[in-house]
Every structure is written in C-alpha cells, then in structure tokens.
C-alpha cells in the first residue's frame, strides 16, 4: 500500500482506530517496550507526525490503548456470560470461561493490563457511567448473588478473580501443557468446580 492510498483509507475517524489497533498489534507481539508513536504510525501506514492529530503524545495513545484494551477484555466477559446458563452459578462459570478465552488469544493484552508496569491505572477517571464496558462491574454483578448478608463484597469477588487469573496466567506459561489443554481435558471445569463452594445463593 502506498503512503497516499494509506492516508485516503484511514482519513477522518479511521486514522485514530487504526493507530489503537496498530498499538494493540504492538503490545501483544512485544509489550510496552514495544510501543511507540512511530511504529503505530509506521503500522497503520501513515506519516509519523499523524498521531499528534489524535492523541496527545504517547500517553494519550496509551490511555486510548488501555481502555480499548478494556472495551475488548470486557466483551469477551459478557459474551460468555449472556451465552451460558442463566442460573447464578452458570454465570459465574462462564465469566470464568471468558476470562480464560481472552487470556489465550489476547495474551498481549491480558500482561500489559495487569502486569507490573500494566495500562490498567491509565483507565482510572475514566466514565463511570459505562457500565457495559467495565469488567470489574460484569464481575461484580455476577459474584453479587454469593456474598453473604453483612460480608464484604470484594471478598466473594477477590476470590473468583484469582481463581480465573491465577489459573489463566499458569495456562500461558504451559505449566498443564498446551495453553489449551486445560480446556481440553476437563481441567478447566475441574478446577472451575471449586467455586461451587461459594456460599448459597436464592437460585441454583
């Protein structure tokens, strides 16, 4: 593609996702070092200087970075959940199927969020008003039916979360074999089936 062809394709609102997709492609093959204006721009097949139209600087391209990265993190959360079983438990199964199925393909995305020097502080101020695309409050909502009247919510909440995360993190570093074969034989699920011992909840 040519310089000029590329400008025409992503003029207007195409240039500012194209540049976060570019980004993204940059976080997942090598991490934040591996991100910068010029290599976005380079990516997404246009000047250098067409970030600066966009976004204030490398910051402002990373915090658009992170909440994208958020936008793509929660979807794969609330597709799970509203494609399973509709009972409290189901949910809180599936939310962990998603979490782990984002954890295999956006594995890029999964360490920049909530590594050491993660992109997930960046999102803090953000609009508090997208509850849809806001993971915590999709996790929240499912663990709400297993917190016991007076306890704290975060706890019920803290303990499916290091559950799905310690155990996705684990699966990425190969430590059951494949990145896939937890799935594969049923140790997902077994391992899922722990939470059968949150407290009781109204509904099955």
């Not at 003029?11 to 996702?17: A, I």
């Not at 204006?37 to 246009?46: F, H, I, M």
């Not at 706890?155 to 190969?174: D, N, Y």
């Amino acid at each position: 593609m040519t310089q000029s062809n590329a400008k025409s394709k992503h003029h207007h609102g195409n240039l500012k996702q194209a540049l976060i997709a570019a980004g993204i492609g940059l976080l997942e093959e090598g991490g934040l070092d591996a991100l910068s204006l010029r290599k976005c721009a380079a990516r997404a097949g246009v000047s250098h200087a067409a970030p600066a139209h966009h976004f204030d600087g490398l910051p402002g391209l990373k915090i658009a970075i992170a909440d994208e990265g958020f936008r793509i993190f929660s979807g794969y959360l609330q597709d799970a959940v509203d494609a399973g079983e509709q009972t409290d438990r189901g949910r809180l199964k599936s939310i962990c199927r998603g979490y782990f199925q984002f954890g295999l393909t956006h594995s890029g995305i999964l360490n920049v969020i909530f590594g050491a020097q993660g992109l997930a502080g960046l999102r803090a101020g953000q609009d508090p008003d997208r509850e849809k695309a806001d993971a915590y409050l999709i996790l929240q909502n499912v663990c709400a039916p297993f917190v016991p009247a007076g306890q704290n919510s975060l706890v019920v909440e803290l303990q499916v979360w290091s559950l799905i995360h310690g155990f996705t993190l684990l699966s990425l570093a190969q430590e059951f074999g494949r990145p896939d074969q937890p799935i594969e034989d049923g140790l997902f699920d077994a391992v899922v089936a722990l939470l059968d011992q949150l407290g009781n909840c109204a509904t099955p």
